[in-house]
């Protein structure tokens, strides 16, 4: 890892800074940009999934005799079919290994697959899913998380952590638990706190499972060429799944080839093992070429966001200072752990906010019930945590009779503060985040509260999470004679614009102009492993890893370059136009210079670079850890709305959202993942929730799945950047990804309050809960 | 498996593949089938695309009506100016349905045939007291619009029966009128109140106020109130009082009962007020 | 999914409770069941059709009698799939009966599961539809219990099951060839102050 000390002149070319514009913005809008589905495969037979329609059921038997009887169906597969040619190898899951592509002996869910027909074409595939008939056995199903904490009923029999992680070997086997992670934060004496401090607020808090909606479907290609495994896929994760198919087929890692294009969309919805271990499966035991196309139904239990459970108490003195706080904290990850166990534990951890807390206990569960099961959402479980610590610190500062942001002001970790967790705080400027927002919205102009049946107010709320960490990024630079470039790395641009803006990396660094360096697309053949693109971590993760390649690249080019001239290397700079002598003035160009290297054109220089991060693992008891992540996101929300006291309807004023990103390398894009988390978090501060009636998700179509549309933007959305520059992040860089999202609920529900003087604790605010929660108001 | 698709070119072998299969269903534009379709649920073995027929989609201005053919798309119906001018509450509640893409594909016959509790335009055409022609093998009847909706996502049409025209009054009685829709989720979706109201006079002082309600009972429902001599507080009372008498809301995850009856009531206040506005405006 | 609701019948309890677990009857009170038959004390199974919005439902269905207690309490749990929709259902139901002035009161409630496709539709259908179920079966069972004609067979009868007669005074069902007439979906008579009077009661 570099140590250098950044600095903000950068010695380099100018790339950096500038809002280049997106690559292959031109072919989206003109829609001729190849997605995933696009690329061209072999001809395929096509997948059609029969679903259960039991949440919890023993399967007894499985008729697919008239499946099998329409004309173009070649055969009808189960996951007993699977489990006899793979047998415990089937199961696979990034924490657990707990969870078959197609239901074995049991089904967990309402629309688990139960049974894939391979038919000649979508069509037919589909209509002969339907045609599929299973006898199953009922099991009474865990229906929410205090059904799964405090019943009976178990949705596994056992867990089954996956093998490969030490940390959760000692669950290995455990039974009669639907808690298949549990992680606690202990730091001072937080009970004896409570019970001496003079102010006290807690809360049962509620944030529903919401489903990520991007808008690009899923899809999933795979099949067998000389006894190699080729998959197509829509995966944000190419390195992870070419690791999970390469162990579940048992073949080595260079027999498995996963190929992404740009996604259409994600917000963590292609990550792990979604679509790739069903269509590999199926590929590899059957021979066969097979492509799995989802409908936007099905899309809908795939995979959700987390509902969760808070129960949160926080405690502050006669001087406003947070003395202490706890959290209760139940994830419900459904019938499949997924990535819950992570998502329990490291955004557990920050429950209690970005305070300064001498006594903090924090437990944080991920528990299983018999619903699709839930994953990594952009923000990876820390919104649900933020909703319960930013409305108890509101109602704490309220009650102190102080202003909730000067209170927030006093409380939030500065730079050196050691956090709750037990790790010092670095480039992360809350401070600077909540004056930016606040400042937005004119927090201290005076406020016309009441117009007619509309009362108005202000809300503010900050937001904190940990980059996952240890994580590995990898990067190779291939320049070519002409200086042009070409980048491999495995980051997959999903809209987020990380294409862009690592060929600003490398342009930077080596004097390149726009067009000049191409990203490949990932291809595990070719790029080489990243951990995940996911938990805006790859521009500092990634970016890293190509500076250094750019780095190493120029190093390359200026000593090659001191030996054609005769001088010596430190006498040599990097500059626009090519390498230059200072002592004879003289300039090669990179094309001259590689030429006369290699004597032929077109020839090529490559240097490759790791940027591998590391922490200390949490101490099992306590959870504190000295170093619990490489660099922390800081982030600020402030709405200005207003509340229509006879339909409950909420009208967004200004929403002004700031994000602390170490240093924007390209400030377009960066305004754009502050405004798109905002908008998004909006949906869920208003509307976004899936429903579930005993098991069955109701409006699981985009009919009745409400997301925010562009009449229901805020009048005035005002994103800002806050440049803290992170020690060895790439030129200062953090990623951004997440930021906007994560405190924009909370600061609408503190506006709710300010407005109303009422706390919803549970989301989404719908006018019909505005209008019960008045109306219980006026009763008391 | 999916439906064959057949096109005639005339209304008469429209109506005889009909009535020769009776599990075949008119297709108007198709958002509401193909959603049924696309979700495997539906029963139907052919859709009968109407879209080819010639005249189907005329709109027709005859002094004291408004003939719509049922192929006349709800866009039209949102930005002609005829409509606008002739019927402007039946063009504002058009103008509220979906989002243009669906306005700009489904059909104003297939809007009222859908039957659905929730739709905006029938309100509005409640109000005006439209007239819905139907077409079968059987021949051609005229259904008073009030006569339309029967039950839960049932209408009055007969299986094989094709709506071949809406025909709205126009007439110089309506002293104001007006369409008011509230939404609970996002801005875009499905009312979960609607009312329209129109003042209409009645030989010379006497007048009335028409008031239909949407998505607040099974079916789009109609009261008529008499609000001679009264003022607008007066008059919002009653016609509060007579609404409320008529909803009977479904609970789903747009609300529940309570939540629904009350948003009901402010949509007949506010659409009270607006008519109120409008009439002193004139 | 939750429902519950009470009513009045004018007869005694032991009568009311003897119905309500004679399939000859039962098949009549359900709207759209087809087929009904007891197969011991406990286990009936049978099946059932019903229509709306053009969708057709046909699902075979097993109950079972899980709680019994004469002449006041029972609790049934029936399961129902539509095999051509993918979809099932699961219907815990619990009746209380007791005698009052008027005869007997009956307070029921439902839990509903309806999982797979026709679980997207949402709650408004079903609710929509199982009021329609409602008013059905309260209908027919006063008509049942009130109509010496409806008398009951005996008991322990296991018979096929006849079609139902067609319902003169019933809400008519969504029936794909029928023309209801509008007059004719309002209750009339007796049934209508029934009607009205359970809709108060909740
Ligand atoms: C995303 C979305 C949002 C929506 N939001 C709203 C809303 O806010 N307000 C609102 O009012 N509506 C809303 N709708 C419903 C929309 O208005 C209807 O889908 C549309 O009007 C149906 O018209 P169509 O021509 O597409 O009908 P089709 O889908 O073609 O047909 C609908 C039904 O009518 C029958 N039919 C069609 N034409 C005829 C005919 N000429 N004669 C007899 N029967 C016929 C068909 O057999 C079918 O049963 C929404 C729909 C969508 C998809």
Redesign the interface.
Known sequence: MSSEVFSLESQDGNAVGQSWKRTNSESKVMGTFRYTADLPVPKCLYLGVHRANQPHARIDGIETESAMAIPGVVKVITGADLYDALGENLFTGPAFSDQPPVAWQRVRYVGEPVAVVLAEDLATARAAADEIYVEYEFITPVLDVNAALEGTDYVHDELRPSAVFPDLRHLMGKRDTNVNYEYNLIRGDSETAHQEAPVTVSGEFWTPPTSHVAIENFSASAWVEENRLELVSTTQTPSYVRQAIATMLNLRLNQVRVRTLGLGGSFGSKMYDRLEPLVAAIAWTQKLPVRLELTREEAFVLTTRHGVAVSSRMSADANGNIVAATADVRYDTGAYADIGPRIAAKSGMVACGPYRIENAKIKSRCIYTNKPSAGPFRGFGVPQVTWSHESLVDDLARDLGEDPARFRRRNLLREGDVSPVGTVMHSADFIGCLDAVTEAIGWTDPLEKIEGSWKWGRGVAVGIKAVLTPTVSNAVLQLNQDASATLLISTVDMGQGSDTIMAQIVADVLFLGPDRVRVINPDTDVTPYDTITAGSRSTYHTGNAVKKAAETMRDRLIEIAAKQMGVSASDCKLAPGGVISSSSQRLISLEDLILSQFGAAGTTMTAEANFTTEWVPYDRTTGQSTKITEHWFAGAAAAELGVDTRTGRIRIRHLAVAGDVGRAINPALVNQQLLGGAIMGMGHALFDEIVFDQGQIVNGTLLDYQLPSIKDMPEKLTPIIVENPHRTGPFGAKGVGETGLIPIAPAIANAVRDAIGIRITTLPLTPEKVLSALANQGNK | ??PRILRPESLADACALLSQD?DA?VYGGGTALQ??R???????SSFVDISGIPGLNNLHHTGNELLVGPMVSIRRMETDPVVRESVPIASAAYAKVA?PRVRNTATVGGNIAH?DYRLDPPVALLVLGATIKATSTAGTRAIPID?FF?????T?L??GEIVTSIEIPISNDVVASTFVK?S???????PSASAAAAIVARDGEAQILRLALGALA?TPVMTAVDITGMREAQATEAAVESAMLIMDP????R??VE?KR??GR?AVENAVRNLWRDRQSV | MQISSNFTIAAQTSHVFGTLLDPKVMIKCIQGCEELERIDETHYRGRITNEVAHIKFNARFAAEITELDYPNHIRAVLNGEDRHLGSSIKVTILLDLEPTEEGSAIAYQMEIALWGKLGRLGESIVRRKSLEFERDFISELSRACVQPEYTPGPSSSQQEAPTPEPVQIAVPPAAPTSHPPAAASRPIGWFAKLLAFFRRSR
């Not at chain 2, 029967?150 to 049932?154: C, H, N, P, R, V």
């Not at chain 2, 609970?184 to 499905?190: I, M, P, Q, R, V």
């Open positions: 498996m999916n009776e269903l959603i049924l696309k979700q495997g649920i539906l029963s139907a989002n039957g006569k029967i039950d839960f996502q049932l009055a007969n299986r509230f609970s989720l996002s801005a875009n979706d499905w099974p479904l609970p789903d995850v609300g529940g939540y009350n948003l402010i």
